[in-house]
């Protein structure tokens, strides 16, 4: 498998625009998880689906952010109007249910898209 | 607020020494915790993980302590190689997935 596939991996817009970043899980996983990085607050989880279906937002900073999961294999991150202070490197992560007794799957993360907001 | 915490941004070691990366949380509800390790430009890649029912992990050259009421665990890896040059993160699991990261450790290993 090619793991978790981000796009792009670059992306500089300016202020007031729309973006939109794009993930492919592993094939088979059914979580998936979008986190952003910033030096001052590390990794932040945003969101994660289960099947295809949002289970936690609460890390979404504001209605500006909107994520969805048409399908088992792609997600889109969206940001509504961009700002500056959303300049961050953007994760996506997925795993696969945990087995019987396990407490977690180990979560696999995607190269990451550096957005810049000029 | 920052749950996990990592309160060294940066360290440095010699080649062959141990490297020891610290982290200290602040949810008493976290019962699962994990190293990251994460090059440039890569995303994170999983390293070692720990239960709150033990005190100690050990895979290879990496071992992870747990001291649960000092809230704290550590990263040990004797010895340190080139390689180990990377950022590592410290994050803990509460519920099924979700994980708090601390913000990074810098790990360089001089050779």
């Known amino acids: 498998d090619a793991g978790v596939i981000q796009s792009p991996r670059h992306e500089v817009t300016e202020m007031g625009q729309e973006v939109t970043l794009r993930c492919k899980p592993i094939s088979g996983h059914d979580y998936l998880f979008w986190y952003r990085q910033t030096m001052m607050r590390g990794l932040e989880l945003l969101i994660y689906?289960?099947?295809?279906?949002?289970?936690?937002d609460s890390g979404m900073p504001e209605d500006r952010f909107s994520a969805k999961m048409p399908n088992a294999s792609f997600s889109t991150l969206k940001i509504q109007p961009s700002e500056p202070r959303d300049s961050a490197v953007y994760f996506c992560a997925s795993s696969a249910t945990p087995g019987l007794g396990e407490r977690t799957d180990t979560q696999y993360f995607g190269p990451g898209t550096r957005l810049t907001v000029l | 607020d920052q749950q996990v915490k990592q309160n060294s941004p940066s360290l440095s070691v010699q080649e062959g020494r141990i490297s020891i990366l610290n982290c200290d949380y602040t949810?008493?509800?976290?019962?699962?915790f994990l190293w990251y390790k994460k090059y440039p430009a890569e995303g994170p890649t999983f390293l070692i993980s720990?239960?709150?029912?033990?005190d100690k992990n050990e895979d290879g050259r990496f071992t992870v302590f747990l001291n649960k009421s000092a809230k704290h665990l550590s990263l040990h890896i004797v010895p340190s190689q080139p390689g180990d040059s990377a950022v590592y993160f410290c994050?803990?699991?509460?519920?099924?997935?979700?994980?708090?990261f601390g913000t990074g450790t810098r790990l360089t290993v001089i050779p």
């Open positions: 949810n008493s509800m976290f019962d699962y």
């Open positions: 994050a803990s699991l509460t519920g099924a997935n979700n994980l708090f």
């Open positions: 689906f289960n099947n295809n279906v949002p289970i936690d």
């Open positions: 720990i239960s709150s029912i033990k």
